[in-house]
């Protein structure tokens, strides 16, 4: 059974951080893009960053560039979202999720998500 797993988040006040992870089991996806997503009550889901399979290539959402960074080990099948700077609009429940071309709402694999809450 393939399961991705979010861990990490919590409640951080207003300048703080948090580092997220995903691991991935059952399969390995190590020729995956991989990505995070973010739903806040209320609102659709977005897009909040993705890397590249190999790690050479990531993307970041406007409002997150700067502040967050996305990283891989793929040695431990594992995604990791380094959030610095956080800010209470950057609460909401985190998704990971991994697509064999380029993550998106439509991508084949999801976690089942982790809550951050950022305290003003």
């Known amino acids: 059974q393939v399961q991705l797993v979010e861990s990490g988040g919590g409640l951080v006040q207003a300048g703080g951080s948090l580092r997220l992870s995903c691991a991935a089991s059952g399969r390995t996806f190590s020729t995956y893009a991989r990505g995070w997503f973010r739903q806040a009550p209320g609102k659709e889901r977005e897009f909040v960053a993705a890397?590249?399979?190999?790690?050479?290539?990531?993307g970041y959402a406007e409002s997150v560039k700067g502040r967050f960074t996305i990283s891989r080990d793929n040695a431990k099948n594992t995604v990791y979202l380094q959030m610095n700077s956080l800010k209470p609009e950057d609460t909401a429940v985190y998704y990971c999720?991994?697509?064999?071309?380029?993550?998106?709402?439509?991508?084949?694999?999801w976690g089942q998500g982790t809550q951050v809450t950022v305290a003003s």
């Open positions: 890397i590249h399979w190999s790690g050479v290539s990531t």
């Open positions: 999720a991994a697509d064999p071309v380029r993550p998106s709402l439509l991508s084949p694999y």
